[in-house]
């Protein structure tokens, strides 16, 4: 980028994004707008569209609706995969090759080649002892810290982070949320997807979603407010139309 170019002022945009497969409308019609340098929590049930928004943001995944924009960009465009991490739910990791080999290859994806990157990321998700291992011998929770260092290697300016502490430990996980916050004081803009409520809590807004729309968004101590609660969890469920037992408040309208 040019100096003379002013920084975008949104990192991440969604204008009526949608995204419908078949009868099922997993996006429908979501608005975003996202400031550099904060990290945003993404809460809602399974199916409720997370994943396939990312994608979207990303631009993995096509809208049929709307559109995505990261730091000024329409999505989809390569060049600014270069500005993007994307932490995936399911590893996108090879498992023959080793965790060294692994890294090389996705900083190299987006032309970056320094040596000192590759071992800052194995030693902020303590796989520094394991470079050469292959991936398929790692632990499950390990893989998941692979996935996490492919993914910060080439120092992206936008994360995507799909669920990133499911399976590590809660030590190594209070470390993630530590690095993540340096991240964001950095400049990094962050959206993590999350069904951990201490870890939403962690994040400087919350959206939430449910059925493809968002149905809640501000700080936890806003949704909590709004709700009349001071439980997170409580709060999605009265946003989301359910009682404290997740059932349906209206006898069955909320899917
Ligand atoms: N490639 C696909 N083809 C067809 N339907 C899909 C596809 N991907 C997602 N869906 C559907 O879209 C809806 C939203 O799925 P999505 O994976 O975005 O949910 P999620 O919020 O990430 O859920 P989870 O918390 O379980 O990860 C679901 O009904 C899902 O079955
Ligand atoms: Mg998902």
Redesign the pocket.
């Given at each position: 980028m040019s100096a003379a170019m002013a920084a975008p002022a949104l990192a991440v945009e969604a204008i009526g994004l949608q995204k419908r497969?078949?009868e099922?409308q997993?996006?429908d019609g979501i608005d975003l707008a996202l400031a550099p340098g904060r990290i945003y929590g993404l809460l809602?049930?399974?199916?409720?569209?997370?994943?396939?928004?990312i994608r979207l943001l990303t631009g993995l995944a096509r809208a049929t609706g709307g559109e995505a924009r990261i730091l000024g960009t329409k999505m989809p465009s390569r060049p600014m995969l270069a500005q993007i991490g994307y932490m995936p739910?399911a590893e996108a990791i090879y498992p023959d090759l080793s965790v060294g080999e692994n890294l090389t290859f996705f900083a190299r994806l987006e032309g970056k080649s320094d040596p000192a990157a590759i071992d800052r990321v194995l030693d902020l998700v303590e796989l520094a002892g394991r470079k050469g291992t292959p991936a398929l011998e790692l632990s499950g929770g390990m893989r998941r810290r692979l996935s996490l260092a492919c993914t910060l290697v080439h120092e992206p300016k936008v994360l995507f982070l799909?669920?990133p502490t499911v399976g590590v430990d809660p030590a190594l996980r209070v470390q993630f949320w530590t690095h993540f916050r340096r991240l964001a004081a950095a400049g990094t803009t962050i959206l993590v997807?999350s069904?951990v409520m201490d870890e939403a809590d962690r994040c400087d807004e919350l959206v939430f979603?449910r059925n493809?729309k968002v149905i809640g968004r501000g700080t936890g101590a806003e949704l909590r407010s709004n709700a009349g609660t001071d439980n997170l969890e409580a709060a999605f469920l009265i946003l989301s139309g359910l009682d404290p037992e997740g059932r349906p408040l209206d006898g069955g309208a909320a899917a």
């Open positions: 497969f078949g099922i997993a996006v809602g049930p399974n199916g409720s569209g997370k994943t396939t928004l739910q799909d669920e997807a069904h979603v493809g």
